[in-house]
């Protein structure tokens, strides 16, 4: 059941995020290379990644472009999707 509510959740905060990129695609491929959890992305699946980064904010009285730069990349593997 919480892997099922966690998946929903990612998939709710995803659906949110492509929602913004207004027109744009973000490809995502199979990681050639190995991954390595380490917060350092030198691998060559994040090189090759496609890149997200043109985000917008929300607000209930203004919208414009987000402040802060922020660039997202999704590989995935046979058992595990990286973000």
Known sequence: MRIKLSFFLLSLLL???VSD???QE?????????????????EGAWIEADIA???????PYDSSEAIA????RMTYDEMIIYI
Do not use: C
């Open 15 to 17: 659906a949110g995020m």
């Open 53 to 59: 980064d043109r985000f917008h904010q929300n607000f």
């Open 26 to 42: 973000l490809y995502i491929k199979r990681a050639t290379t190995p991954v390595i959890i380490d917060g350092i992305m030198d």
């Open 69 to 72: 730069p922020t660039e997202v």
């Open 21 to 23: 990129l207004k027109g």
